[in-house]
């Protein structure tokens, strides 16, 4: 192939450059919190009406899918979160782009246009599709929980949704990327490859003991803020049986512990997350939580009652497909400029789809500002937009002109039933 056919692309991508920059301003200045992007899939719709090519859109409430390419052969998913963050400004949280997801979906319509003008996939067997996936940050938890009631969503993210309903089934495997904070160690980096990305569980513990009146009758109390304070000592201690590998976090906070000092605390509520690395850590260290929560407040004769939400499982990174991905970013800079296996505490819903099927993100830079912070600013827009598509157009175009290079996915329909049944918590 087709050195020849990546410069004919990677033209297009460049041609389209005022356009997308437009493009992304106007995704930048139009910030939607999950499931709620109806103005970004607008935006997302209305380009691809103009270039007259055909979509699915309100998938998973908002999302937006199209498919280029041809037959039933080797399927790319590639997909781009569309949701913002409530991010504090002067005091007040407001929708903001401040997690970089609408570089994200500017790239990848810079990538549909210039598969589309080019017309390069109807000269390769294969197809690629773009997944434009809503409510990728796991917040905004009382309004979702709202829309499930009502039968709107069924999961919290929307990739969770989509895999739900069948939408990642067709797809062999999953490309994706994500800006990357400024790097103080590496100043220069412009991408990063095989990073973590954390699973995370988040936990309710409820305990209940009994009121009695703390000046005349304290004896005859059970104390549920004691029972609380003793969980917590015992995970501080507990900590010490975290491998450092693990990549263990959890921070909990206490969001009830009584209201009235005259009257023994009857009831106390701890929450927090749980992250870790690998899906066996966070499981395991799960199951130590649930244990040391139920035996402190057993211990003070209270109850304990947990209520775990699971949150996104770990990035588990292709080394396949990451090894095309690394070749596809020296066309754009040197070995150097490319920082490796970066440990990182943050998750995302990626994490779900790599444990179905081969998946990778990898990281770009060009903002300044902290990430998720009011201070994110895109400084470098020829890197985000223009060379991140270049990065991701090379490594299609490699793989869909190598049949060595397009791995299968394994046991994907009983990692599916495993998935809903353990994970998401329904019946397939
Ligand atoms: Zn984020
Ligand atoms: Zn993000």
């Given amino acids: 192939m087709g050195v020849n056919m990546k410069q004919v692309v990677n033209s297009y991508l460049k041609k389209n450059r005022e356009t997308i920059y437009q493009v992304g301003d106007e995704l930048f200045k139009n910030p939607e919190l999950g499931f709620k992007e109806e103005k970004t899939g607008q935006i997302i719709c209305g380009y691809l009406d103009r270039l007259g090519i055909s979509y699915k859109k309100h998938v998973s409430v908002h999302g937006v899918i199209c498919t280029l390419g041809n037959g039933n052969g080797y399927h790319i998913g590639v997909t781009a979160d569309m949701d913002a963050l409530l991010t504090g400004r002067d005091g007040v949280k407001m929708p903001f782009h401040s997690c970089g997801h609408s570089i994200q979906v500017a790239v990848l319509l810079n990538l549909i246009s210039a598969f589309h003008k080019s017309r390069v996939l109807?000269?390769?067997?294969?197809?690629?599709?773009?997944?434009?996936?809503?409510?990728?940050?796991?917040?905004?938890?009382?309004?979702?929980?709202?829309?499930?009631?009502?039968?709107?969503?069924?999961?919290?993210?929307?990739?969770?949704?989509m895999i739900y309903e069948g939408i990642f089934d067709e797809v062999d495997i999953v490309l994706s990327c994500h800006v990357m904070g400024p790097d103080e160690a590496n100043p220069n980096a412009r991408f990063d490859i095989n990073s973590t990305l954390s699973g995370f569980i988040l936990k309710e513990a409820v305990f209940k003991g009994q009121a009695a009146h703390a000046g005349v009758i304290p004896h005859?109390?059970?104390?549920?803020?004691?029972?609380?304070?003793?969980?917590?000592?015992?995970?501080?201690?507990?900590?010490?049986?975290?491998?450092?590998?693990?990549?263990?976090?959890?921070?909990?906070?206490?969001?009830?512990?009584?209201?009235?000092?005259?009257?023994?605390?009857?009831?106390?509520?701890?929450?927090?997350?749980?992250?870790?690395?690998?899906?066996?850590?966070?499981?395991?260290?799960?199951?130590?939580?649930?244990?040391?929560?139920?035996?402190?407040?057993?211990?003070?004769?209270?109850?304990?009652?947990?209520?775990?939400?699971?949150?996104?499982?770990?990035?588990?990174?292709?080394?396949?497909?990451?090894?095309?991905?690394?070749?596809?970013?020296?066309?754009?800079?040197?070995?150097?400029?490319?920082?490796?296996?970066?440990?990182?505490?943050?998750?995302?819903?990626?994490?779900?789809?790599?444990?179905?099927?081969?998946?990778?993100?990898?990281?770009?830079?060009?903002?300044?500002?902290?990430?998720?912070?009011?201070?994110?600013?895109?400084?470098?827009?020829?890197?985000?937009?223009?060379?991140?598509?270049?990065?991701?157009?090379?490594?299609?175009?490699?793989?869909?002109?190598?049949?060595?290079?397009?791995?299968?996915?394994?046991?994907?329909?009983?990692?599916?039933?495993?998935?809903?049944k353990h994970w998401l918590k329904v019946e397939a």
């Fill in 122 to 161: 109807e000269q390769l067997p294969g197809r690629v599709s773009f997944l434009f996936t809503p409510a990728e940050e796991f917040i905004d938890i009382e309004e979702r929980k709202r829309m499930k009631e009502k039968g709107i969503i069924k999961f919290y993210s929307g990739k969770q949704n």
């Fill in 220 to 420: 005859l109390g059970k104390n549920a803020l004691q029972a609380a304070t003793l969980s917590l000592t015992a995970l501080q201690m507990l900590k010490d049986t975290f491998a450092p590998e693990a990549g263990a976090r959890v921070y909990p906070i206490l969001k009830e512990g009584g209201r009235t000092p005259n009257i023994i605390c009857d009831y106390a509520v701890l929450e927090t997350y749980i992250r870790a690395n690998k899906e066996k850590d966070l499981i395991k260290i799960n199951g130590q939580l649930n244990d040391a929560f139920r035996y402190c407040a057993l211990a003070l004769g209270t109850t304990c009652e947990i209520n775990d939400s699971n949150g996104y499982l770990p990035l588990n990174q292709s080394k396949e497909i990451n090894e095309v991905i690394y070749r596809n970013m020296l066309a754009i800079c040197n070995e150097k400029e490319i920082i490796h296996n970066v440990v990182s505490g943050a998750s995302g819903d990626i994490g779900d789809l790599s444990f179905l099927m081969p998946a990778i993100q990898f990281g770009f830079s060009g903002i300044s500002g902290i990430v998720h912070s009011a201070q994110f600013e895109i400084i470098d827009k020829n890197h985000v937009y223009i060379n991140t598509a270049i990065v991701l157009a090379g490594t299609i175009l490699d793989i869909l002109s190598d049949e060595t290079l397009q791995i299968k996915k394994e046991n994907f329909k009983a990692k599916k039933e495993f998935y809903l």
